[in-house]
C-alpha cells in the first residue's frame, strides 16, 4: 500500500509548490516529486553506504536533466534521444552542487548522487529555479547526513517589485535576476544578472530571496519529521588525535613563516609547504612512513590552513605580502594579435588570460535548441582553462562543467554592455594562460578589452574582481581581501565575485563556505569590490580610452535593410534561386529574415564592392517599376514585333518596334538587336489593368526635325468587325442540349498491334 506524504508551499503571489514522497523511485534511498502548476520534477538521492578506500573528500555528483517529452518535443539528431547534457543543464547542475557540497560533514566521504529530472513543463515556469529545492527535499527525506536543509529560489527586480520564482514572461522584463541559494540561517550561493544596481539594491535582492527560503526550509523539516527520518552512523575516518597535536606543534610555526613571507611565487610557497610536510614524515621511523602518510597529508593540511589564515587576521600579512584591500600588479595590451578581429592581454598577478573577438554575419548566430529555451545567440563567449596554466602536465580534453561554469560568468557580466542592434554576431575566446585565483574576471577584462580593439561600442567598460573572506567565530574577527590568490579562495570562507561599470552591478557570483555571513560582512565586501572595480577600469581605459574609430580592414562589412514582407519572397525566389544568384554575383554574403516590421536583410562582404552589388540587385527587386524613368535592360527574346527586355530582375517589359527608334523598321533583323544584348530604354507605360510594362528607345533619341508622326485612324472610323456586329443581326441562338447528342460511335483503337492482348 502507498503511503505518500506531501507538503505544499505557497508563495507570495498566490502559486503553490508541493512535494511529495513514497510514490516513486522507492528504492531509492530518498526521492521526491515537485510539482509547481504544469511543471514536476523528480529529484533522487542515492550514497553508498561506505567510502571508498583512500578517499578523504566529498564524492558528490549533481545531475540535473530534461526530458524533451516534458515539453512534447523529440530530441533531435539521427537517434532521437537524449544525449549529453546541455549547457543550460550543466549549470543548472553546478547551482545545485554549489550549495550542497559544503553542507555534507566534513568527515562523510561515500559516493553520493543526486539526480534531478524535469518530467513535465508547459513553459510558464522556469524549472531550474526548483531543483535545489527538490535536490534538498530528497536528502532530507533520506537517512544521509546533511546539514541542511536548503533551497535555491530566482529573485527578480520587475517595476521595482522583487518576484520570488517569476515566470518566463515575467522574466523578460526584469532589470535583476539572481539564483540565491541558502540554509534556514544563511545564504550559500549566489549567481546573477543585473542593470548596474548598486550594493545596496543587491543587498535588498538577497534579503528578498532568504526571506523567501526560509519557509522552504521549514517545509521539509516537518516532511522529514512526518516521516520519522533519521540519519544513519557512519565512519569515514579514522584518526589519531595524538599525531594530529604532534603536526600541529612540530609544523604550525615552520608554516606561519611561510606564510608571513610574502612571497608573490606561488610555486615557491608550494614548495616550501610541500618541504614541511615531508621533513615531518621523514622525521618518522621508516617502518610507520606508509601507515601515517595518508593521516599526515591530511592533518598537515589542516595546520597549513590555520598558519595562512592567522596570519591574515593577526597580522593583514597575505601570502603574496599585499594588504587586504591591495590589487596585484596588472598590465594589459590590446592589438596583441594580427589575425582575429579584436584582441588583449589582460595580466594580473599571475593570472593571465588572452582574449580574441570575432565578428561574423547571421549564418554565424548560434542555434539553441533545449527542451524549452530555443533561439539564436549573436552574443557568446567562451573560456578555456589548458592545464599548462597551472603548471600541470597532463592532456586537455575537451570541455569540463568548470569551463563552462566560468564561461557563462563571463558572458552574463559582458552582455547587457553590448551594444543594442549591433548588426555583427560576436564571439570573445579567452585562452587562460596563466592561472592563480579569479581567472574568470580576468576574462571579463580581457574581453572589454578586445571588444574594444575590435571596434565594438560597447555602452560602457566592465572590469571584474574575486573577494575572499576569512574569518574567526570564535574572536568575531574577519577579513575581507580584494583580488584573492588560488590559495585564498581553497583556504578561505568565501569566493565572491563583482562585475561592473563605474555605475552599478552587473554580474555577480558567491559561494560562501562557512557557518554565518552577516549582511554587515557582504556590504563592506561589495563596497570594498566597487573600489577594486574602478582600480582596474582605470587601467583599462588608460590602455584604451574608446573603441577603435573603424573595423580592422580584414573585418567583414555588413549592411541591413528593411524591405516590405510582401517582398520576402521576390528576394528569396523560388527554392532560394534568386538570393543564391545574388551571392554568386556580388560575392556578398545575404540573408533575410521576416520580422514583425518586415523582411530584416543582412549583407555582408570583405570589401565594398560587392556590398554595393548585392544592395543593387536587392533594390532592383523590391524597387518598384515607375513610369518615365530610365532602366538599363537584357534582351531576353527576340519577336516579329518587338523585343521583350528583363529591365529589373524578375520583371520583362515589350519594346515595341515601332518604339526602338525614329526610323521605320520593316523587322526586327533591321534593329541590330540581339538576344543577350544590353539596352537602356524607358518605361513609358504601365498598363493599368494587365500591369504589362512598355519600353521605349527611341524616347531616349532626340526627335528629328521636322518628324512627323503618322496618323492614325480614329477608333470610331475602323470597320466593325464581325464581333461587333448589333444584337439584332445575328441568328437565333440554338437550342443546344448536352443529353441529345445521339449515341457515340464505338471508341476508336488507336494501339499498336504489337500492344493488343492477342
Not at 516590421?597 to 570589401?607: H, K, Q, R
Request: aromatic residues 6%; proline residues 4%.
Amino acid at each position: 500500500m502507498l503511503h505518500p506524504v506531501k507538503k505544499t508551499i505557497t508563495l507570495a503571489d498566490g502559486r503553490t509548490i508541493t512535494l511529495e514522497t513514497g510514490k516513486l523511485a522507492k528504492q531509492a534511498d530518498g526521492a521526491v516529486e515537485l510539482r509547481m502548476g504544469n511543471t514536476m520534477i523528480l529529484a533522487t538521492v542515492v550514497s553508498a553506504k561506505e567510502a571508498g578506500e583512500g578517499v578523504d573528500f566529498m564524492p558528490l555528483q549533481v545531475e540535473y536533466k530534461e526530458k524533451f517529452s516534458s515539453f512534447g518535443r523529440f530530441p533531435g539528431g539521427f537517434l532521437k534521444r537524449e544525449g549529453r547534457a546541455s549547457d543550460y543543464e550543466i549549470l543548472t547542475s553546478r547551482l545545485v552542487d554549489r550549495v550542497l557540497r559544503p553542507l555534507f560533514p566534513d568527515n562523510y566521504h561515500a559516493d553520493t548522487f543526486v539526480n534531478i529530472t524535469l518530467y513535465s513543463t508547459d513553459g510558464v515556469d522556469i524549472p531550474d529555479a526548483l531543483a535545489g529545492l527538490a535536490a534538498s527535499a530528497a536528502i532530507a527525506v533520506s537517512d544521509i547526513p546533511f546539514n541542511g536543509p536548503i533551497s535555491e529560489v530566482r529573485v527578480a527586480r520587475i517595476d521595482g517589485k522583487f518576484v520570488i520564482n517569476p515566470t518566463f514572461e515575467q522574466l523578460e522584463k526584469a532589470d535583476m535576476e539572481l539564483m540565491v541559494g541558502a540554509t534556514y540561517d544563511n545564504i550559500m550561493m549566489v549567481e546573477g544578472e543585473m542593470n548596474e544596481v548598486s550594493e545596496a539594491e543587491l543587498l535588498a535582492a538577497l534579503k528578498a530571496a532568504h526571506e523567501a527560503i526560509k519557509e522552504q526550509c521549514v517545509a521539509q523539516v516537518e516532511l522529514a519529521k512526518e516521516l520519522g527520518i533519521e540519519k544513519r552512523e557512519y565512519c569515514h575516518e579514522v584518526n589519531d588525535e595524538e599525531l594530529r597535536k604532534d603536526i600541529h606543534d612540530k609544523c604550525y610555526d615552520k608554516a606561519y613563516k611561510i606564510a608571513q613571507a610574502g612571497c608573490a611565487d606561488k610555486h615557491w610557497r608550494q614548495d616550501q609547504f610541500d618541504a614541511i610536510c615531508k621533513e615531518y614524515i621523514e622525521s618518522l621511523p621508516e617502518e610507520e612512513r606508509d601507515e601515517k602518510t595518508p593521516l599526515i597529508k591530511r592533518y598537515y593540511h589542516d595546520v597549513e590552513k590555520e598558519a595562512v589564515r592567522r596570519c591574515i587576521l593577526d597580522e593583514g600579512t597575505r601570502l603574496d605580502g599585499r594588504k587586504t584591500t591591495e590589487i596585484r600588479p596588472i598590465w594589459c595590451e590590446v592589438d596583441y594579435i594580427p589575425g582575429p578581429h579584436g584582441s588583449a592581454v589582460f595580466t594580473r598577478g599571475e593570472t593571465q588570460s588572452l582574449s580574441t573577438v570575432t565578428l561574423g554575419t547571421k549564418l554565424d548566430e548560434k542555434i539553441v535548441d533545449d527542451v524549452i529555451n530555443q533561439g539564436r545567440e549573436r552574443f557568446l563567449l567562451h573560456y578555456n582553462f589548458p592545464p599548462f596554466s597551472t603548471g600541470e602536465a597532463k592532456a586537455q580534453r575537451g570541455v569540463g562543467r568548470r569551463e563552462i561554469g566560468h564561461g557563462n560568468l563571463a558572458h552574463r557580466a559582458l552582455k547587457r554592455m553590448f551594444p543594442d542592434d549591433f548588426p555583427y554576431v560576436c564571439r570573445i575566446v579567452s585562452d587562460i594562460l596563466e592561472s592563480n585565483g579569479s581567472s574568470s574576471m580576468a576574462t571579463v577584462c580581457a574581453g572589454t578589452l578586445a571588444l574594444l580593439d575590435a571596434g565594438v561600442k560597447m555602452k560602457k567598460p566592465v572590469s571584474g574582481i574575486a573577494m575572499g573572506l576569512i574569518t574567526d567565530t570564535a574572536s568575531s574577527k574577519y577579513a575581507v581581501l580584494s583580488d584573492i590568490l588560488g590559495d585564498e579562495d581553497h583556504l578561505g570562507d568565501m569566493d565572491f565575485k563583482v562585475t561592473g561599470t563605474r555605475d552599478g552591478i552587473t554580474a555577480t557570483q558567491m559561494d560562501i563556505k562557512c557557518d554565518g555571513l552577516s549582511y554587515e560582512i557582504l556590504e563592506r565586501a561589495l563596497l570594498q569590490a566597487r573600489d577594486g572595480r574602478l582600480h582596474i577600469l582605470n587601467i583599462i581605459e588608460n590602455t584604451i580610452p574608446a573603441p577603435r574609430e573603424d573595423y580592422k580592414p580584414h573585418v567583414p562589412r555588413i549592411v541591413t535593410m528593411l524591405i516590405p514582407k510582401e517582398l520576402i519572397g521576390a528576394v528569396i525566389g523560388p527554392g532560394g534561386k534568386v538570393i543564391q544568384g545574388i551571392q554568386e554575383a556580388s560575392g556578398a554574403t545575404v540573408s533575410i529574415d521576416e520580422i514583425e516590421d518586415g523582411g530584416y536583410i543582412e549583407v555582408a562582404a570583405s570589401n565594398k564592392a560587392s556590398i554595393d552589388k548585392a544592395l543593387d540587385m536587392i533594390n532592383a527587386i523590391v524597387e518598384l517599376p515607375e513610369e518615365g524613368k530610365v532602366y538599363t535592360g537584357k534582351v531576353r527574346s527576340i519577336l516579329e514585333f518587338g523585343a521583350f527586355v528583363e529591365f529589373m530582375p524578375n520583371r520583362d517589359g515589350l519594346l515595341h518596334i515601332s518604339e526602338i527608334s525614329w526610323n521605320r523598321l520593316d523587322d526586327m533583323a533591321a534593329s541590330g538587336i540581339k538576344e543577350g544584348d544590353t539596352v537602356e530604354v524607358k518605361l513609358i507605360e504601365i498598363d493599368k489593368k494587365t500591369g504589362k510594362y512598355r519600353l521605349s528607345m527611341r524616347a531616349l533619341q532626340p526627335k528629328p526635325e521636322g518628324y512627323v508622326e503618322r496618323e492614325r485612324a480614329p477608333r470610331g472610323d475602323r470597320p466593325r468587325r464581325d464581333g461587333d456586329r448589333p444584337r439584332g443581326e445575328r441568328g437565333p441562338r440554338r437550342d443546344f442540349n448536352r443529353n441529345d447528342r445521339g449515341e457515340r460511335a464505338p471508341r476508336r483503337d488507336n494501339h499498336n498491334d504489337n500492344n493488343s492482348a492477342e
